[in-house]
Structures are given as C-alpha cells and as structure tokens.
C-alpha cells in the first residue's frame, strides 16, 4: 500500500525551512528517505526503524512515529543543493521491496 | 559501502527489438534484487521482486512475458524488455539487498530506455 505524503511540492528560498510528511495506514517496519534530482536515481538520505527514532545530519533530519506510522522529514536552513524531489519509501517487513510515497518537489531559490 | 553497478545507464532501441539491463552487486551479496520503474514526474513503482535461484515475483499489472527477470547469481540480476514498444519507454531502477548485518537498500544508478 502506498504511503501518502505531503505535501506535494514546496517553494523555499535559501535558509528557510521545510517539512515533509509521509504516512501509511498499515503497520510499517522501516521508512526510508530518498532525494532525486531530475535525470538521476534516487540518493538514499537515511532510514528509521520502527521503534519510534529520529535522526539527522547536518541539517536534514527525520523522525519516525510508530503509534502514528508517520515519518516527517526536516530541512532547516535550506540550500539551493537541496532542491529535487523527495521521496519516502516504507516496508512492513524487513526483506521485503519498498513502496514509495508520490513524491514531495521541494524548489530552493536565492 | 554497498555498490550496484547497473548497466547501460541509457539505451535507446527501435520497436519490436528487446533490451537486456544488468544489475550488479560488487562488493556484497545480494539475495534479493527489487526492479522498479519510473515514469517522467512519478514515484517509483515496483515492478517485480526476485530472489537468487527463484523465479521472480511480479506485481499486479506487470507482464512477466515481457519483462524478463533473471537473477541466477548472488551478485548479478537482469532484467529483459521483450518486444519493447514506445510506451516500455521508462527509467528501470534496480534495488538489492543482501545478507549483511547492516539493514539497507542499494540501489543501481538506473537506465533511460527510449524505445523509437
């Protein structure tokens, strides 16, 4: 079941913040974020287990709520580099494919 | 870290001809080898799942005489675009995990397939 995310786009200038949400209605095992940029494959940002964790580096970081079996993906103080589109992926199974949300284009301008 | 060399990066080919794109794990072995496809401003979607020496699990929707997956090494799978047609035209993006401790997806650099 594809996980829903929002919103689907953003328009930031540099330096301000963002926040993407992704959500299933089923128990999940894992949520995981990727950044594309147009013409590429995807770039893998980073992964929660459930377990309910947040993490981050630099200045992206995430959290997973598992009463929720939601996952937000936090951007502060934008760069022009993180412009692309995001996308969560989600498993209720280790082992098993990941199923991606629609997508989330985040645009950075200066 | 963990590396999927898939190959070519793009290809294009006339209708009615197939294409064969390869996955490869280089440094870690990958028991289970995920194809997705990506149309122009969509998500990835999940094309079929194989397992080393098994055949492969394909999703509702997807021919599984059209698309030829193989995946008879733990360190290489390929996936087979039979007769391809204009609307096969697609970005192909293969994911594998593997039996290392560490949980995690790799995924290969993806394939442009323009079939004219």
């Known amino acids: 079941q594809q ?3 929002s919103p689907q786009a953003v328009i ?9 949400n992704c959500s299933s209605s089923k128990a999940l095992y894992s949520v995981h974020w990727y950044r594309q940029k147009h013409g590429e494959a995807p770039v893998f940002l980073m992964i929660l287990l459930k377990g309910g964790e947040q993490k981050g580096h630099d200045k992206i970081s995430a959290s997973f709520n598992e009463k929720k079996q939601q996952s ?22 280790a082992g098993t494919a ?13 | 870290g963990a590396v999927v060399s898939q190959h070519p990066s793009w290809v294009i080919c006339k ?17 289970t080898m995920f194809w997705y496809r990506q149309f122009p401003k969509q998500s990835l979607m999940l094309m079929a799942t194989s397992n080393e020496g098994s055949k492969a699990t394909y999703e509702q929707g997807v021919e599984k005489d059209k698309f030829l997956i193989n995946h008879a090494s733990l360190t290489l799978s ?3 675009v039979t007769s391809a047609h204009p609307e096969d035209s697609s970005f192909y993006i293969c994911s594998a995990i593997g039996t290392a401790a560490n949980y995690g997806y790799t995924f290969g650099s993806g394939t442009r397939l323009t079939v004219v």
């Open chain 2, 15 to 31: 209708s009615g001809t197939s294409v064969k794109i390869e996955c490869r794990s280089l440094d870690f072995q990958a028991t």
């Open chain 1, 3 to 5: 996980p829903v995310q």
């Open chain 2, 78 to 80: 390929t996936l087979t």
């Open chain 1, 12 to 20: 930031l200038r540099e330096g301000e913040d963002a926040v993407i």
């Open chain 1, 72 to 93: 937000s993906l936090y951007l502060t103080a934008s760069q022009l580099s993180y412009s692309g589109t995001y996308f969560c992926g989600t498993d209720r199974q």
């Open chain 1, 98 to 110: 990941l199923i991606f949300g629609k997508g989330t284009t985040l645009s950075v301008s200066s």
